[in-house]
């Protein structure tokens, strides 16, 4: 099941969906891009998870 996590910046809203497929996190960005992270059992942790590659994302992009 694909969750979504939104993150403002500079008044842009960025969307990604992510999903738990079984202790791996993978993060769909906008670009179409995909970002995976292993939670080694710590399922709760996902969306926290999923918005550093969020951020991440929109540092890199913003920085350009």
């Known amino acids: ?17 992510y ?8 993060v769909y960005l906008p670009n179409g891009e995909s970002r995976s992270t292993a939670l080694n059992g710590k399922l709760n942790a996902s969306e926290s998870t999923a918005m550093v590659h969020l951020r991440s994302y ?7």
């Open 19 to 26: 999903a738990v497929h079984g202790d791996t996190l993978t």
């Open 1 to 17: 099941m694909e969750e979504e996590i939104s993150l403002q910046h500079d008044g842009v809203e960025y969307t990604a969906q």
């Open 58 to 64: 929109v540092r890199n992009i913003c920085s350009n």
